[in-house]
């Protein structure tokens, strides 16, 4: 690991000014640290956010709202959560191993780095590490990288649970930056790899996440995350589905769908929730509408299998989330 300057923040304004001069802000640091260690990161700066105030969970109306520094493992266990927004607590709960999720916070799991194997090898092309390089995993091993949303440039996998149920439930972030706040749906976090990879997020120059704000509908009690994995225990997902339904009179008013382990950001599959409204909550409609899910879909050699993965795991998590046996 090279030499880093080290250095706390009292205010969200003493970070910023911090990541202005060239810090980088750290949390948990539960993939910082692991990327420095491997030298894929060398910030020469940390910004330590610890000591500032946004570790709440509170409600606000009828939203949750989650301060950017709540641990994983206290949204999870949190009885608010419970009762407003179940699907975000069974989504932290499959993200990670206990002892994660007793340290990574919020924010710093939406803004996680791809775990792409290549990714983290300095001596194979990568263009989100070196831009330009080339991507090894295309032409390599790639089993389980992604199917949507890839380009000539990058296939890897987005990797976090909790993006996949927060883009599901249109959550909002409020963030902070040199030139104010602002805010903006979870979902415009997340870039496409394009022909720039090395370009993950919409944040800019120095803005920190203050929360996260997940607004309630009728649809939010009746929600589910499924994932699909090689292991049981600590593992990143093949392909997972957060599927919640607004059911009334027998019929689907409002879907909300998305999917992880096969875009290269959450992927909301708005062409299957279109699908589903006016439709009976049934396996019938659940298999209909699971045809749309794989639009835009290019599948490689290696990962073909999500091809059909996908479909059957997002009819199980509307049959979960509708409450079909």
């Not at 992927?267 to 045809?291: H, I, K, N, T, Y």
């Not at 639009?295 to 199980?316: C, F, I, Q, W």
């Amino acid at each position: 690991m090279i030499p880093f300057r080290f250095e706390k923040a009292r205010t969200e304004q003493d970070a910023i000014l911090a990541a202005r001069a060239g810090g980088r802000y750290i949390a948990g640091g539960t993939t910082l640290i692991d990327l420095m260690r491997e030298e894929v990161e060398r910030p020469e700066r940390l910004v330590d956010i610890n000591a500032l105030p946004l570790d709440y969970i509170r409600v606000d109306g009828d939203t949750l709202v989650i301060g950017a520094l709540a641990r994983m493992s206290d949204v999870a266990a949190h009885r608010e959560t419970a009762r407003l927004q179940p699907l975000i607590a069974e989504a932290l709960v499959e993200g990670a191993s206990p002892q994660l999720r007793n340290v990574a916070s919020i924010g710093g799991n939406l803004l996680q780095r791809v775990r792409c194997p290549y990714f983290r090898m300095l001596d194979a092309p990568c263009n989100k590490r070196d831009p330009g390089t080339g991507c090894a995993a295309i032409g390599g091993l790639h089993a389980g990288h992604a199917i949507l949303g890839t380009s000539d440039h990058c296939i890897a996998t987005h990797p976090s649970d909790l993006a996949v149920a927060l883009v599901a439930l249109d959550a909002v972030l409020r963030v902070q930056g040199p030139e104010g706040e602002r805010t903006f749906p979870v979902e415009e976090l997340f870039r496409l790899p394009g022909d720039t990879p090395h370009l993950e997020h919409t944040l800019r120059p120095s803005e920190l996440i203050l929360e996260v704000r997940v607004p309630a509908g009728p649809y939010a009690r009746h929600a589910r995350y499924l994932k699909v994995r090689d292991r049981s225990s600590y593992e990143f997902a093949l392909v997972s589905v957060a599927a919640a339904l607004d059911v009334d009179g027998g019929r689907i008013r409002a879907a909300h769908v998305a999917a992880g382990g096969v875009g290269t950001r959450p992927w909301r599959m708005r062409a299957c929730e279109a699908a589903l409204v006016g439709r009976s909550p049934d396996r019938g409609a659940f298999a209909s509408a699971a045809e749309r899910a794989l639009d835009g879909a290019r599948p490689l050699s290696g990962n073909h299998y999500k091809a059909e993965l996908l479909p059957r795991t997002m009819v199980r998590a509307l049959e979960m989330a509708g409450g079909v046996a």
